[in-house]
């Protein structure tokens, strides 16, 4: 069974068919109206469950718009209008899922319920983004940074600025898998989480944390944030203080490498973690990146299932 709950598991090979499937997908259906179906169908006959505990934007359009692209169907649902928003257990929840749809989508605070539906079901489970990690989003940025420079995302210089999040546990997973340096400026007390770190480096990834803005980006092809505050997290005032010299201005994308990609995985708070000038000026890739949630999506769904790699 094929799930995509991080990206250290499915391995460099796979990661690597996924963004080529989608490369090749979204190259092949340029011109066509969103809603027209690819020429293969591949997914004909096939049902996505989407669960959302919290809020969603991009990944609920793009697994939805990507799931009938590939010519499957969809159902959309939050949890708690779900039995296991009552109660019911997750292995219970997944038993009966696997006699309905084909393979899960869920957006969920705990990462132990996405590992659960993983365990007691019997179909490929999809993390939308846990307190831990967003796996498919730092997919789209990979693809992104392909587009954009024209190479492979190996040997390539990124760097994360802002708080350790569940955004940057996945850039961190990624850059150990498929090989690109990693720095990340991140302010004291807001590190990202040590087990994922220690693993990443283990695997063999050059990743460092500085405790500069300037520090992480010197060099880089690629400057990533996110938002300072997380769905579910506690917005602070010693936090936006810690924060403050982190915000991407077009000072700090000044001292990137030459042609440097501002990415961000969005929404944005703008005036805080990223000022307007820096996203919506040229160096920004960021509607592209939203767009690139739709083509990897559905590149992993047919990974998932076997289609693929
Ligand atoms: N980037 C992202 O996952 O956006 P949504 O929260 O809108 O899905
Ligand atoms: N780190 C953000 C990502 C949103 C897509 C959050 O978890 O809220």
Not at 55 to 71: A, W, Y
Not at 183 to 208: E, F, N, W
Not at 230 to 254: E, I, N, R
Not at 291 to 308: D, F, P, S, T, Y
């Amino acid at each position: 069974m094929r799930h995509f709950l991080d990206l250290a598991t499915p391995g460099k090979a796979a990661l690597r068919a996924i963004l080529d499937e989608a490369h090749r997908r979204k190259a092949a259906r340029a011109g066509k109206p969103r809603g027209a179906v690819d020429d293969d169908a591949p997914l004909a006959g096939h049902v996505l469950a989407m669960i959302f505990e919290k809020p969603s934007t991009r990944t609920r359009f793009s697994f939805d718009v990507g799931i009938r692209q590939l010519g499957g169907t969809s159902i959309v649902t939050s949890s708690s209008d779900m039995q296991l928003g009552r109660g019911e257990t997750v292995a219970d929840t997944a038993r009966v899922l696997s006699r309905f749809v084909d393979a899960i989508m869920i957006r969920t605070a705990a990462h132990e319920t996405v590992e659960g539906l993983a365990e007691f079901g019997s179909l490929p489970v999809i993390n939308g983004l846990t307190d831990l990690s967003h796996p498919c989003q730092a997919m789209a940025d990979l693809m992104t940074v392909e587009e954009r420079l024209g190479q492979s995302v190996e040997g390539t210089c990124w760097a994360w600025v802002g708080d350790g999040n569940n955004m940057a546990h996945s850039l961190i997973e990624a850059a150990s898998v498929m090989g690109f340096d990693l720095k990340l400026g991140v302010p004291h007390g807001y590190d990202p989480d040590q087990a994922v770190m220690a693993t990443a480096c283990a695997r063999g990834g050059s990743i460092d944390v500085v405790r500069s803005a300037v520090a992480a980006v010197e060099g880089a092809k690629v400057v990533v944030t996110d938002t300072w505050v997380s769905m579910g997290q506690a917005d602070t005032k010693d936090k936006a203080s810690a924060m403050k010299p982190f915000a991407v201005t077009p000072l700090l994308m000044s001292k990137a490498a030459e042609g440097a990609v501002f990415l961000h995985c969005l929404p944005a708070h703008r005036g805080e973690e990223v000022l307007d000038q820096v996203i919506d000026g040229p160096a920004s890739a960021v509607w592209d990146e939203a767009e690139n949630r739709l083509h990897v999506q559905k590149a992993i769904m047919l990974w998932c299932l076997g289609k693929i790699g």
